[in-house]
């Protein structure tokens, strides 16, 4: 059965401030999701991110409705959500150089608002621009100068006409520099923000800054705050000074990468020798005047939009700090469900949690002991990968088990849900492995 339901999924996240939420109907409901029958495609590698969906395209010729997803080595597939099958391939020319080696990436790719081109990420430092009806390439940008040292790990964002990307680095293996790159749909590189030598504006040589580190590494990269399109990042441990050192810190950049606000904890000394890195996730933009960063030191704070603007330095002033859900570290994007209230569902190593935004204050509802990756809420249902195992469903209001859904294991895959399909990667882009499954659900 096809539903008429559902829209396209245009990134990780599904949307530019990587809220989780597609509102829309899906024709997946908790009466009919427990009949899904799966499919298993096989891949010429691992996809550790998540998939995109543009119904209706047009593909060598003719019109299908296409997934598209990126591996750890950089292949690009777009595959038929109705067969499986794979309808073209895009291998990048350093594929024989990094296959089956340390350098990965985990990045989603990101789709063009027009339809026709998507932008993916590969392990050798470069953005490349792809055709959605061929796989041919229309461009392909350095966004690094040391390839081997600065990784590619976040989802690809696009806002106002540009591909926003940010880098972290391989093994800690100094030295490297979280930035943040903004790519027009041309192909010019044309604003950076370095944590690190943040005075200096474009791409630089690593080994030229005395300081290294301070990843952008969260899964959901750079979050783009609806109307305004300024940009939220949160970066890892490295030094700080409040001037030119940002590490451990949540920094607001406006469309052009200039650093507007900022936040760092007032332990950040700690963190930075700790490796508790505050950017083991990304922002979670809650409402126009809050949001939520979690990270590895087994926190998640809820801040205020406001208390970050301006360049001097904002240090501590947290409205509220709660525990993850197993006060394990946090490497998963929460999910933020809007339904009367507003809702925080994070998903970490032991346990899944929804809190309740109730008088600017996080107040806990319900919280199970399964282990999830980032979470996705389709069609008034609540999708959370076990990377040990199995796809849950639940209820997002009650937690209420609908069904699990049978998958194999995997690292920092997770679903994309609409127009009557589920879509969920499985493996670790870590075992470094060219081969690697995806697997399809549809309504029978």
């Not at 979280?178 to 080994?207: E, F, M, Y």
């Not at 783009?224 to 030094?239: C, F, R, W």
């Not at 050192?245 to 052009?256: A, K, N, Q, R």
């Not at 936040?263 to 508790?276: E, F, H, I, M, Q």
Request: proline share 6%; charged share 15%; with cysteine.
């Amino acid at each position: 059965m096809s539903s008429t339901a559902g829209a396209d999924w245009t990134r990780f996240g599904y949307d530019a401030d990587r809220s989780g939420d597609d509102p829309n109907a899906t024709g997946i409901t908790a009466a009919n999701v427990g009949s899904l029958v799966r499919q298993q495609v096989q891949l010429p590698g691992t996809v550790d991110g998540s998939a995109l969906y543009l119904k209706g395209v047009e593909v060598d010729g003719s019109a299908h409705n296409a997934l598209f997803v990126t591996t750890s080595y950089g292949i690009t597939l777009a595959i038929d959500a109705q067969t499986g099958s794979i309808l073209w391939q895009f291998t990048p020319p350093s594929y024989a150089t990094l296959a089956g080696g340390p350098r990965i990436t985990e990045a989603s790719p990101v789709a063009d608002p027009s339809r026709k081109w998507i932008y993916a990420a590969s392990p050798d430092g470069r953005i490349q621009k792809l055709s959605v009806a061929t796989g041919s390439v229309a461009w392909r940008v350095w966004i690094t100068k040391l390839a081997n040292h600065e990784k590619l790990s976040s989802s690809l964002n696009f806002a106002d006409g540009h591909v926003i990307a940010t880098t972290g680095g391989f093994f800690d293996q100094a030295p490297y520099q979280g930035h943040v790159a903004i790519i027009s749909s041309g192909g010019r590189l044309l604003d950076v923000w370095n944590s690190l030598c943040s005075n200096r504006t474009r791409l630089i040589v690593p080994s030229s800054c005395p300081a290294s580190d301070s990843a952008i590494w969260g899964r959901g990269g750079a979050v783009v705050l609806p109307g305004s399109g300024d940009l939220l990042v949160a970066t890892s441990n490295g030094p700080w000074d409040g001037h030119t050192y940002w590490g451990d810190s949540v920094i607001e950049l406006s469309p052009t990468a200039k650093m507007i606000g900022n936040y760092t904890p007032s332990d950040t000394a700690r963190l930075d020798t700790s490796d508790l890195d505050l950017g083991s996730t990304s922002p979670v933009y809650l409402t126009p005047s809050l949001i939520a960063q979690g990270g590895k030191d087994m926190k998640i704070r809820l801040l205020s939009l406001a208390g970050l603007r301006g360049t001097a330095p904002h240090r501590g002033h947290e409205l509220q700090i709660v525990s993850t859900p197993s006060k394990s570290e946090l490497f998963t994007d929460p999910a933020v469900w809007h339904s009367n209230r507003t809702w925080l569902i994070a998903a970490d190593l032991g346990a899944t949690e929804a809190w309740v935004l109730r008088n600017n204050r996080l107040q806990p509802v319900w919280r199970n002991e399964t282990p999830g990756t980032s979470p996705v809420i389709a069609g008034g249902l609540l999708y959370v990968y076990n990377m040990n195992g199995g796809l849950n469903v639940y209820k997002p209001a009650t937690g209420q088990l609908v069904t699990t859904l049978t998958a194999g294991s995997g690292h920092w895959n997770s679903p994309i849900v609409t127009d009557g399909i589920v879509v969920l990667p499985e493996g670790d882009a870590n075992d470094h492995l060219t081969t690697g499954v995806l697997d399809i659900w549809r309504l029978p």
